[in-house]
């Protein structure tokens, strides 16, 4: 199975059910070898773009991760990291907002991390948080201080969407590349992983009890979810849905999107000017000496 980036993707002005998008699809790999393989095919392939796009120096790449818990999040960004220098990647984590946080408006905390041009940046979890957990959660848009700022007000969360759409296009217009990936994990699926965290003593550091009072607000999720989708995603800086059940598949998915994305990007090698190549030859020839 050969994997089409376009067949993930959520094309602008869609409406999303994500009833209607699978959370398993066939595995690309036939056996643990073959996906070891194709991974390992697809992390060198990131290495080589990735010494490219930082030559080149014309665009800044921005991953954004956005997930349930125990959907593979930080496996997803370790293994397309891998093959990263990390001299040209910055990984940001986005909790609860701080005090300091709560003071500014709510792009202010994640546009100070945005990645320079020749650099890859990504976010797990996002600014997405403030039409995601916020939308489910009352009491922390509260929280925020703003006035009329009340959880039934279908305007702020158009507000929201638009500022989101609003930036990312002022990011696009300046060389930024946003990639957003859904890593779309089914409740059945998580419920395993959760008993997997308490049942193995080396995953028991993965378990808290907020996983499960969040667990509790999962159909508030998809909603808040379907209509972040199918707000935000646009030409320039689309959402990918990605079935998260089986997660070897997910990384392999991600990994070509990405892949796919500096394909998109048609760089190359900054050329050296004559003048630099005389330089560069009487340099050789005092080291030949």
């Known amino acids: 199975m050969k994997i089409h980036s376009k067949d993930f993707r959520v094309r602008e002005g869609d409406d999303v059910n994500l009833k209607k998008w699978p959370t398993s699809v066939d595995p690309i790999y036939k056996s643990k070898d073959q996906y070891k393989k194709i991974l390992d095919e697809h992390v060198a392939q990131l290495s080589d773009m990735q010494q490219l796009h930082y030559a080149s120096n014309q665009h800044a790449i921005l991953l954004i991760f956005q997930a349930m818990d125990a959907a593979g999040k930080d496996g997803a960004i370790r ?7 990390p001299q040209g990647c910055q990984v940001f984590s986005f909790k609860h907002p701080s005090a300091a946080e709560l003071k500014h408006d709510f792009l202010w905390r994640t546009t100070r991390d945005l990645p320079e041009r020749g650099r890859i940046g990504i976010f797990n979890r996002s600014y997405y948080e403030e039409v995601l957990i916020v939308r489910v959660h009352p009491e922390i848009l509260q929280s925020e201080g703003l006035a009329d700022a009340t959880h039934g007000n279908k305007a702020l969360w158009h507000d929201r969407y638009r500022s989101i759409r609003n930036l990312e296009e ?4 300046n060389g930024t590349r ?12 998580q419920r ?3 008993l997997a965290r308490i049942d193995e003593p080396e995953k028991n550091w993965k378990f808290s009890l907020a996983d499960i009072k969040e667990r509790k607000f999962w159909k ?15 030409t320039d800086s689309p959402w990918y849905v990605v079935p998260a059940d089986d997660k070897e598949n997910a990384r392999l998915i991600v990994s070509k999107i990405v892949l796919d994305t500096f394909k998109g990007l048609n760089m190359a090698y900054p050329e050296t000017s004559a003048g630099r190549r005389q330089e560069l030859l009487a340099i050789r020839q005092r080291l030949e000496k």
Do not use: D, P, W
């Open 192 to 194: 395993k992983r959760f």
């Open 79 to 85: 293994h397309v990291k891998s093959g990263v220098n």
């Open 178 to 189: 946003i990639v957003k990936f859904f890593l779309h994990l089914s409740r059945e699926e």
């Open 170 to 173: 002022h990011l696009h217009s």
């Open 220 to 234: 508030q999720y998809m909603e808040a979810y379907e209509e972040c989708l199918g707000a935000t995603s646009t």
